[in-house]
């Protein structure tokens, strides 16, 4: 199983439906031998060099 984490649903949404993951779950989609879900925001931010 390959799983994509997503910023947005409608982002998750698209890349569900390249993917082939066609099966609605709660809080996630898959199939094709992939699970894509999403978050709500920026999920990492770039840090200033020490």
């Given at each position: 199983m390959k799983v994509?984490?997503?910023e947005k649903p409608s982002v998750?949404?698209?890349i569900a439906?390249?993917?082939?993951a066609t099966s609605k779950k709660d809080g996630y989609m898959?199939?094709?031998g992939w699970t894509?879900?999403?978050a709500?925001?920026?999920l990492v931010g770039?840090?200033?060099?020490?």
């Open positions: 994509c984490i997503a998750a949404r698209d439906a390249i993917v082939g898959e199939g094709n894509v879900t999403w709500f925001g920026h770039l840090a200033m060099p020490e």
